[in-house]
């Protein structure tokens, strides 16, 4: 198996995704086997807008941006391996199935986030994932996602 192990640090993930503070969930990539599947880190951290309200007293990380993390790192897969315009493509998530939250995350954590390419057909591409904390599964789903070409105002 040829796995690349890169480098993929804040500065290029800044080029590949249209996300920025405080939507941008990955922080970086640790691992990446084209064509195939994506490993990525994102450093929960307290000082994070969403806290404040989720919950002050205990803060989690709500699920709904564990699976909006989950969608960028399939975003960065898709961006690594497709040449594109950044200028001139979006991409969306658009569908999600199977969706199940097993594990709390907490200020603190190292949420590690695994893609694995399914199939890409009629412009949606498929994936499967999950994110862990300490090798404990805190979510899983399958993702749906497109790219769509945009055309700049003249």
């Not at 480098?7 to 195939?36: A, S």
């Not at 040449?83 to 569908?95: A, N, S």
């Amino acid at each position: 198996m040829s796995t690349k192990t890169i480098n993929l640090d804040i500065h290029k993930i800044l080029t590949l995704l249209p996300q920025r503070y405080p939507i941008l969930l990955v922080d970086r990539v640790l691992e990446l086997e084209p064509h195939k599947r994506i490993k990525a880190l994102k450093n929960v951290t307290v000082n994070e807008p969403y806290f404040a309200g989720h919950f002050p007293t205990r803060p989690v990380m709500p699920g709904v941006l564990i699976l909006e993390a989950l969608a960028q790192t399939a975003g960065l897969l898709t961006f690594a391996e497709e040449p594109y315009d950044p200028e001139k493509t979006l991409y969306y998530f658009v569908g999600i199935d199977k969706a199940r939250f097993k594990h709390v995350v907490e200020p603190g954590d190292q949420l590690i986030l695994n893609i694995s390419y399914e199939r890409c057909m009629r412009g949606i591409w498929k994936f499967k994932g999950h994110a862990e904390v300490e090798g404990a599964i805190a979510v899983e789903a399958d993702l749906m996602c497109t790219v769509k070409q945009t055309h700049s105002a003249v």
